[in-house]
């Protein structure tokens, strides 16, 4: 199950803290994977047990599983993303050729 599954399945287990701690990692995904749970912590002013006590409510195991589990995320992202774009691009380049072949024979519309 993906992180934002998660939140949505969970939700009703989080503290007003926790809600902001979700939104900021939801947010900046990238500089999460790459943080501290110290860090973190100190960003919300609470202790790292904060942290660990949000990610067992996501059931993750800890923080670097959350971690773990973001940077596989976006990296399946990223990969999806690339065959969307080129599938987008040829469809741009059909509506093209259909929309001159229509004004070369008018007569079929």
């Known amino acids: 199950m993906d992180f934002n599954s998660r939140v949505i399945n969970f939700d009703y287990r989080f503290t007003d803290l926790e809600d902001e701690i979700i939104l900021y990692i939801e947010k900046n995904r990238e500089e999460i994977i790459q943080s501290k749970i110290v860090d973190l912590a100190r960003l919300f002013f609470t202790v ?6 949000l990610c067992h409510k996501l059931e993750y195991y800890g923080f670097l599983e959350l971690k773990k589990a973001l940077k596989q995320e976006l990296e399946s992202y990223d990969e999806a993303k690339v065959p969307q774009e080129i599938l987008l691009f ?12 229509a004004s070369a024979y008018p007569y079929y519309e």
């Open 48 to 53: 790292p047990n904060t942290i660990t006590r």
């Open 90 to 101: 040829k469809n741009l380049e059909l509506i093209d050729k259909a929309s001159s072949w």
